[in-house]
């Protein structure tokens, strides 16, 4: 088993940023390829981005490329995502998500673990 916990969430106002973690344990984290997605009220879960196992290769949504950047940190067992130039339409629970030996984005079928997700609330 794998346990993702996300932290790094909170209420910023547009234009602002914001760094979330997930920290992986349990199994190896360099073997998996690691992703976001989020959630807004009413509506369904969505791809935001990724970065696979082989740390060679990032993903995003059209919707914020050029904003958010995913990162990891195979030593920390930790994989981020930079959120910048935040818009209110960002607002969502932010769900990080892992894959064992995967690459390329991620759908929900793809997902071996979920985290229990942070919430970005962003203010006009």
């Known amino acids: 088993q794998v346990q993702l916990v996300e932290s790094g969430g909170g209420l910023v106002q547009a234009g602002g940023s914001l760094r979330l973690s997930c920290a992986a344990s349990?199994?190896?984290?360099?073997?998996?390829?690691m992703g976001w997605f989020r959630q807004a009220p009413g509506k369904e879960r969505e791809f935001v981005a990724a970065?696979?196992?082989?740390?060679?290769?990032?993903y995003y949504a059209d919707s914020v490329k050029g904003r958010f950047t995913i990162s990891g940190d195979n030593a920390k067992n930790t994989v981020y995502l930079q959120l910048d130039s935040l818009k209110p339409e960002d607002t969502a629970v932010y769900y990080c998500?892992?894959?064992?030996?995967?690459?390329?984005?991620?759908?929900?079928?793809?997902?071996?673990?979920w985290g229990q997700g942070t919430q970005v609330t962003v203010s006009s």
């Open positions: 998500a892992a894959r064992n030996l995967w690459a390329g984005p991620l759908t929900e079928n793809d997902v071996d673990y």
């Open positions: 970065v696979s196992w082989s740390r060679s290769r990032t």
């Open positions: 349990g199994r190896t984290f360099s073997t998996y390829t």
